[in-house]
Every structure is written in structure tokens, then in C-alpha cells.
């Protein structure tokens, strides 16, 4: 009797083991032809997953445009090192924008601006949002092998929370279950790298350093290809996380006959190529200088500062909000660094006799920190 109820146990955990692991989706699978007849290079889309996904790729509806004219920002307001080329009509909207898009729910305005004073630094989310406006207009305007016209705006990877939903740390701990020696980057199995048992921190060899990601030789061994399986398993892990990041097979790049041959590769492989730089230039230029500027209850546990990977703005679409522009509605803004203000040399002599006055500088916006026009102050 004993044995067999241990027997229908061992059944169960079995069966249950078997639905848990299986890596099979519920039919039906939608398929969609992607090379010529016969290669093989198709996309498989679940259509519930499709469907679920469809709600996170909506596009907020535009600021209304601002007004033509009016003084610059740069010379009303104190403390505008970025946007002081913008017209103080689309300087407030630009606000407007932003706050929507990182701090919609807590503070608004006050997630970034310390009291009434708005020209004050003190807010460390302030200091980063200055930055990120700097690298918004970077990616828009350098980026464009990648981004395209389409672009991006600070939604693309925010969606509205502070802290986008996709970020990456450094893996810091690399002893193996139990101290059990050096587990070279395996066996974490995290949901960045699928929950496969690859490598689960690729991001810091390639999208931070410049490891090389190819090394399939041209020759067979032992002649041509000196590189070892292990390294092969870091290109893989990065290569699960882009076509997860994206939500392709990896025929969507690749075909599966020749992984290393760009001359078979769909074009998307060369888009996805400058990707892994902007990727990799982005967390140098902008976020790994932010270090010291973020708290430490934002760092990781290695004390490294929050960085991006190819989910941080795909969040598992092939583009980002599959492929709206909202960068549109913000050229002016947001698609590259906004021309400073030339400031007019002071008037030196008094008008001549009979000559009109030097029109007064706008003095409509005081100092004290009001909202600029047409702004309501945060309740
Ligand atoms: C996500 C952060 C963030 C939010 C939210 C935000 N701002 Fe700003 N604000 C900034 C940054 C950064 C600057 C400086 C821009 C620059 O240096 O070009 C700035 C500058 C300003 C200035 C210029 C102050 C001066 O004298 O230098 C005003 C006015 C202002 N913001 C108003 C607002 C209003 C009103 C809101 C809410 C609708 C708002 N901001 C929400 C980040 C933010
Ligand atoms: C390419 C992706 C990307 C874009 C575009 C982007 N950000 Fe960020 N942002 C990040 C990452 C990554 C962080 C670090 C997350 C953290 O705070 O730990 C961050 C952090 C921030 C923070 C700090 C939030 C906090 O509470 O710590 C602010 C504020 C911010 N971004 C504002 C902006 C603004 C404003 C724009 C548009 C001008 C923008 N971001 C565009 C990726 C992006
Ligand atoms: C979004 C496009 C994209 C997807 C999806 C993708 N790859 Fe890649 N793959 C690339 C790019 C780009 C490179 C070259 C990277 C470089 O040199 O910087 C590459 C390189 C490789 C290499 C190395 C080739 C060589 O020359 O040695 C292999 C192997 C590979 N990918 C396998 C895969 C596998 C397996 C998958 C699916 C899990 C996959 N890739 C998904 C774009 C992609
Ligand atoms: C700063 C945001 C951002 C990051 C980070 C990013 N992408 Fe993109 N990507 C975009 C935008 C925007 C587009 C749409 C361009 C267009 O409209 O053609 C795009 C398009 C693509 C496409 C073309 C899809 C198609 O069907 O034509 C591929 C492939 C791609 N990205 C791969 C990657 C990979 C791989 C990474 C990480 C290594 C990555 N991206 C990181 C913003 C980003």
C-alpha cells in the first residue's frame, strides 16, 4: 500500500514537474513568414500574449502645441543649462511632458522641484533629469541608424513611473550554491535572461564593456576558431535577452542556418548591431556618471547605478510602442540639444534724442519660483 501511494506520488510531482518546466505555450500560436519560402525564418506570436501587451503600447495623447513667440526660457528663468532655447510656452509644456511621463502619480512637479523655488537644485531627481534630457536629445539626434525618425521621449522608457520597469545592476556575487567555488556568471536563472541557466549578467561585458559578442571562426577546428564554449554562452545569453527584450525568435535577426553571416541576415540584425552600442555608449555616457548623484537606496547591490538594456525601452515590443513616434509632438524639445539663447549685449549709451526706448525685457515672470504661464502650481 505504502509503496504505492508513494509511487502515485512520485507520479504526481512528476506530471506536475513536466506542466511547470515545459516550455510549451497553449495553442494557438500565430506564425508569421519572415525570409523567402522554405528558410525557415519564421516569427511565432501568441496572440494572448500579443493581446496583453497591446495595452502597454499606447501612446499618451500630446501636450497641446504651445503659442508662437514669446521670450526664451533661458532669459526669464534662473537656472536653465538645457532648454533655455525654448520658448517659455514650450519650455512649460515640455514640463507639462515630463511630468506626465516620470512623476505622474507622486508630487508632480515637486518629484523634481524642492518647494516654490523651481530654479533650486537641491532634488537629486532634478540633477538626473537634466541629464536624461541631455541623453533624450542625444539618442534622437546620434542615434539614428538605431532610433530612426521615430525617436524616442523620456515615456518610451519611464511609461509613466519614476523608475522604468527594466533596468539592470552588476552581478556582484559570483560564489556558486552552498560556496561551492566560482559559478562564472551561470545558474542565477533570472528573468532577464529568460530563466535560462546562461550567463545572467551579460550586460556588463557588452553594454558596458566592449567584449566581443562573435566568435564563430571561419574555418573548422582547430584550424580558424579558437573561441571557447564559454564564451559562446555569454553571446547567448545576451542574444535570449534581445529577443526577449524585443519579443522575437531569433529568426527575426538571424538565420538559423548560418547564426554568423550578415550577408543572410534580415536587416534587422544591423539595426540591432548599432543598438548594442547605443545601448553600451548610453550607460557610459550618461548613466554610469550619474553614480554619485543617485541615493544609495537606488544603486545596486554592488553600489552601480541603474542601467539600461535593450528591454528598457522595447519592454518586449520589436519597437518601442510599436514604432509610434511621440517624439513628433516634441522636436522642438527633445529631437537634439536645443540651440542656447544668444543674449544681447547690454545697451551701452542712452537712446539718442527722438529714438524710441529699448524695449523693456519681458518682467512678467518674477523669480520667486512661479509656475511659468499657463502652468497650475502642484496642489
Ligand atoms: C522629472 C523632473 C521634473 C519635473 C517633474 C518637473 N520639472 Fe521643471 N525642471 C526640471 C529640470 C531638469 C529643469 C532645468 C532644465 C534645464 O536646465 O534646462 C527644470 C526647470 C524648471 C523651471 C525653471 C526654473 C528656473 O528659474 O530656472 C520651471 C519654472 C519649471 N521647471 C517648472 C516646472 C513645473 C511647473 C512642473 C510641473 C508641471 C515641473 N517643472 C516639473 C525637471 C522637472
Ligand atoms: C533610454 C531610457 C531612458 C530615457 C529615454 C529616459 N530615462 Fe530617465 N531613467 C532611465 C534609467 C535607466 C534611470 C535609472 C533608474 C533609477 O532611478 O534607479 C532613470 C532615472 C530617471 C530619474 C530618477 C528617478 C528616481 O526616482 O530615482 C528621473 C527623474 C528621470 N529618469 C527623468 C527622465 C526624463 C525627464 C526623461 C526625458 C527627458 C528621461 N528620464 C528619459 C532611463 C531613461
Ligand atoms: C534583434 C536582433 C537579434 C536577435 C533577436 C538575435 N540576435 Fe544573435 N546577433 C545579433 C547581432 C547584431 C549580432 C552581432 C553582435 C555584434 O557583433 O556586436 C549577433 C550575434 C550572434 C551570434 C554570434 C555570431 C558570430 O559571428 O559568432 C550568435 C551565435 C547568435 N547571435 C545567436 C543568436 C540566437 C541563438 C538568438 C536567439 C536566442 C539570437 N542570436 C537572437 C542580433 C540578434
Ligand atoms: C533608447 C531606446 C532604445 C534602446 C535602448 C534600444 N532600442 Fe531598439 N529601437 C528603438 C526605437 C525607437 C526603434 C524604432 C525605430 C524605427 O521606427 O524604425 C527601435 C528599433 C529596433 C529594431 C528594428 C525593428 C524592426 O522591425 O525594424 C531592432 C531589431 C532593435 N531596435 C533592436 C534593439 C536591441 C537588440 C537593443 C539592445 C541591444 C535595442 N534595440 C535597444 C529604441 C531603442
Known amino acids: 500500500m505504502r509503496t ?9 510531482a512528476l506530471a506536475l514537474a513536466a506542466l511547470v518546466t515545459s516550455g510549451c505555450e497553449r495553442p494557438p500560436i500565430d506564425e508569421v513568414q519572415g525570409g523567402y519560402r522554405g528558410t525557415a525564418m519564421v ?8 493581446a496583453a501587451q497591446a495595452a502597454n503600447n499606447t501612446v499618451p495623447v500630446a501636450q497641446a502645441a504651445a503659442a508662437e513667440g514669446g521670450p526664451l526660457a533661458g532669459t526669464v528663468y534662473q537656472n536653465v543649462q538645457v532648454l533655455g532655447g525654448l520658448s517659455i510656452g514650450e519650455f512649460s509644456r515640455t514640463m507639462l511632458a515630463i511630468t506626465e511621463w516620470v512623476a505622474p502619480k507622486e508630487q508632480g512637479c ?49 511609461r509613466g ?54 566568435f564563430t571562426g571561419d574555418s573548422a577546428l582547430p584550424a580558424g576558431n579558437r573561441k571557447s ?43 540591432a548591431y548599432y543598438g548594442i552600442r547605443m545601448a553600451r555608449a548610453l550607460n557610459n555616457e550618461f548613466m554610469v556618471p550619474l553614480t554619485d548623484v543617485f541615493p544609495a537606496h537606488r544603486k545596486g547591490p554592488g553600489g552601480d547605478v541603474a542601467k539600461l538594456n535593450c528591454a528598457t525601452c522595447h519592454q518586449g515590443a520589436y519597437k518601442p510602442l510599436y514604432g509610434a513616434s511621440m517624439l513628433k509632438d516634441y522636436v522642438t524639445a527633445l529631437a537634439a540639444p536645443v540651440p542656447p539663447p544668444v543674449v544681447a549685449p547690454p545697451v551701452e549709451a542712452p537712446p539718442a534724442e ?7 525685457t519681458p518682467a512678467e515672470t518674477s523669480s520667486t519660483g512661479d509656475a511659468p504661464a499657463g502652468v497650475k502650481q502642484p496642489g
Not at 4 to 12: G, H, I, S
Not at 354 to 360: K, Q, R, S, T, V
Request: a positive charge; aromatic letters at 10%; proline letters at 6%.
Open 4 to 12: 504505492t501511494a508513494n509511487r502515485l506520488k512520485v507520479v504526481a
Open 161 to 214: 513611473k519614476p523608475v522604468p520597469e527594466y533596468v539592470w545592476f552588476k552581478d556582484v556575487d559570483n560564489t556558486a550554491a552552498g560556496g561551492l567555488g566560482n559559478r562564472a556568471g551561470q545558474n542565477q536563472s533570472t528573468a532577464a535572461i529568460n530563466g535560462s541557466s546562461l550567463p545572467s549578467d551579460p550586460f556588463s561585458p557588452f553594454l558596458l564593456g566592449s567584449e566581443p559578442i562573435r
Open 43 to 50: 516569427q511565432m506570436y501568441n496572440p494572448r500574449v500579443v
Open 110 to 158: 515637486a518629484y523634481c522641484h524642492e518647494g516654490a523655488n523651481f530654479a533650486d537644485d537641491a532634488k537629486y531627481t532634478k540633477v538626473v533629469a537634466r541629464k536624461m534630457l541631455q541623453m533624450t536629445q542625444k539618442i534622437n539626434a546620434d542615434w539614428k541608424p538605431h532610433v530612426q525618425a521615430t525617436g524616442v521621449t523620456c515615456y518610451t522608457c519611464h
Open 229 to 271: 564554449i564559454k564564451q559562446a554562452e555569454w553571446t547567448f545569453a545576451l542574444m535570449t535577452h534581445m529577443s526577449q527584450g524585443l519579443g522575437v525568435n531569433c529568426t527575426y535577426c538571424h538565420n538559423s542556418r548560418a547564426f554568423n553571416d550578415w550577408s543572410q541576415s534580415p536587416p534587422q540584425r544591423t539595426t
Open 354 to 360: 527722438g529714438e524710441a526706448a529699448p524695449a523693456a
